[in-house]
């Protein structure tokens, strides 16, 4: 029996405006670009709530309807629930009522969806508690599950995450982390007792999330009896089916007239077929099933790229001089207590800020420029850096006052 268990991403991010040398000192807001170019932070999430989270929303509502063995898992950052509370709370709504159903299942995650436990372990802490704090308060959910930001992870986080209270943890089911296994079991973090990690079929993810509508896929076009054929043809050699992509894979990155909609709307009715399918969020994956062996990940995966590692985000000096600069500056920060820097610098945490730095080329490097609202990685960090000196400007005269 395969259990499938579907996980969405649902994440924007404050995008830097062209923050120009000139600005330092004179500008301290950073995200408000008011064009009508790709850095316009409130025309993206008023855009990307009509292309998909609202229709996909109200799809997913009716399928839960239609289907009482159908559940779903997201994990909502932070700064995406900001976003929607100041420029689309009708979304939010939607996030209610889905979740008012009870077979729809929130995580955990960093607020600023940042980087930050690999720089500071008192700011990843903080930042996990507010975003539990920020779900408790706009959708009355605990989550008991967490998921790092773009699933990095690693044995440490495992153990950190357990110490946290958490019972579950997500992670990318990399070729070179399972060797002979397969991702579609549970398995238990090295060095944890009671945590469980459920690993990500990204094969079939990515059958849905990159290759839904490439022609030149051997498998196009991709259709809903098609697939729930492929998940059924892992009963007796499977029990858990991980489907974890980000949301907007449904009308942004693969736009309504690819069928992406008309796909969705039939799967689970074509997976149920099968007596022996049914779905689970993650919580319920973990209570039913054992950890088969223990998975042992002493350096980091993620789930981007080729390579399944952090080369999207630190992979050439921009990135590293930008993240360094960043997070050394984190006890200067909170020292001046002054709420707006400290939510400013939190900010510029968010990791696609270093994604958009990314000099990678080849195939990855395609996706990277697609995902790039910036004329070229220079120009991002040239933005990034710019607002940054900013930062440690407002320090400097912040201090002088007290």
């Known amino acids: 029996m395969p259990s499938v268990c579907f996980y969405f991403q649902v994440h924007q991010p404050f995008r830097v405006k062209r923050y120009r ?213 892992h009963n007796g050699n499977g029990e858990l089916i991980n489907l974890f992509m980000d949301y907007e894979t449904f009308g942004e990155h693969q736009w309504e007239d690819t069928g992406i909609f008309n796909f969705l709307r039939a799967l689970p009715g074509e997976i149920l077929k099968h007596p022996d399918n049914d779905f689970v969020t993650p919580s319920e994956a973990i209570a039913r099933y054992d950890a088969r062996d223990v998975i042992d990940i002493p350096n980091f995966v993620s789930w981007a790229d080729v390579e399944r590692d952090l080369s999207a985000w630190l992979s050439n000096s921009i990135q590293h001089d930008a993240a360094h600069t960043l997070y050394s500056l984190r006890e200067r920060v909170l020292d001046t207590k002054d709420a707006l820097l400290i939510e400013n610098w939190r900010r510029l945490q968010t990791s696609d800020h270093f994604y958009y730095m990314c000099t990678k080329w080849f195939a990855d490097g395609d996706v990277h420029k697609y995902f790039n609202p910036y004329e070229s990685p220079y120009d991002a960090f040239i933005s990034f850096m710019n607002a940054l000196h900013d930062v440690q400007l407002r320090i400097g005269l912040k201090n002088k006052k007290i």
């Open 21 to 233: 040398i000139f600005d330092i000192g004179q500008d301290h807001e950073y995200f408000n670009d008011c064009g009508n170019g790709n850095l316009n932070n409130r025309r993206i999430i008023e855009k990307v709530a009509r292309k998909c989270y609202l229709p996909t929303n109200a799809l997913i509502f009716d399928l839960l309807r239609e289907h009482p063995e159908f559940k779903v898992s997201f994990s909502l950052s932070g700064v995406v629930l900001d976003q929607f509370e100041q420029c689309a709370p009708e979304v939010i709504a939607s996030f209610q009522k889905l979740i008012s159903t009870g077979r729809v299942e929130l995580l955990s995650e960093t607020y600023y969806h940042s980087l930050a436990f690999l720089y500071s372990r008192d700011e990843f802490e903080e930042q996990v508690s507010a975003h539990r704090l920020k779900v408790k308060k706009l959708f009355a959910f605990t989550p008991r599950v967490f998921r790092n930001t773009e699933l990095i992870y690693n044995n440490d986080l495992a153990k950190m995450a357990e110490e946290m209270g958490y019972v579950g943890i997500l992670a990318e089911g990399a070729d070179h982390i399972l060797g002979w296994r397969s991702p579609n079991f549970m398995y238990r973090p090295a060095g944890c007792s009671k945590i469980k990690l459920l690993l990500k079929n990204y094969r079939l993810s990515d059958d849905i999330a990159f290759r839904f509508s490439e022609r030149s896929w051997r498998d196009f076009p991709l259709t809903a009896d098609k697939f729930a054929q492929w998940i059924s043809s």
